[in-house]
């Protein structure tokens, strides 16, 4: 990200990856993960489907001295990603997003890591539709290529209705019928043709 206003990923970045069953690391068990950003270097993305049981949005805010107004402090807190879990991030619609370090990874979908917009959020401003994530998802060059060739992963389009409009618990069968996939054909065990 820079220091101003937006910057743009590419890639995969933008769209979403939908775990397969079996992939073997429990914090990645049907997560749904919207990227934001993919290239040579490696690979970030958000699970948009885990809200967190130990921290919500008001004791969050608290915890950084930041006033609560309104129903912002009853939205879940959601769990990233395993990586840098004390780092917060909020992907959001674009309208009033953050002047500061706002990553613009589409158009309708937009992602800030700086403690500008959780003060606009607490003052009930910002913008319209956020998710809150404490820790993100990341790959380091070529590993997220092999875990989808490795079947760990599919691919498919991401929509804001199915970040923000779609329950937490819905959204990988979601994900996986936007593909036209049922859950219940999937298998944990892959295979090439």
């Avoid at 809200?51 to 009853?74: R, T, W």
């Avoid at 840098?84 to 992907?91: D, N, S």
């Avoid at 992602?111 to 913008?127: K, S």
Wanted: net charge negative; proline share 4%; charged share 20%.
């Amino acid at each position: 990200m820079t220091d101003t206003a937006t910057t743009t990923a590419a890639g995969l970045a933008g769209r979403m990856l939908i775990a397969m069953p079996g992939m073997g690391d429990p914090r990645f068990d049907q997560a749904v993960v919207f990227m934001c950003d993919h290239s040579e270097q490696g690979a970030m993305g958000l699970i948009v489907n885990k809200p967190s049981n130990d921290v919500d949005m008001k004791a969050l805010l608290q915890q950084l001295d930041i006033s609560v107004d309104g129903e912002v402090g009853k939205a879940s807190v959601h769990f990233g990603g395993p990586v840098e879990m004390g780092r917060g991030f909020v992907l959001h619609s674009p309208n009033e997003a953050s002047q500061l370090s706002t990553l613009d990874v589409r158009e309708d979908i937009h992602m800030t890591a700086t403690l500008d917009i959780l003060e606009e959020l607490g003052r009930g401003q910002g913008p319209a539709r956020w998710l809150m994530m404490l820790g993100y998802s990341g790959w380091g060059p070529g590993q997220l290529e092999a875990e989808i060739a490795d079947n760990g992963w599919l691919v498919c389009d991401a929509s804001p209705k199915l970040i923000w409009d779609t329950e937490d618990a819905d959204k990988w069968d979601a994900a996986l019928e936007s593909l036209g996939v049922s859950a219940l054909v999937l298998s944990a065990e892959g295979g090439r043709a």
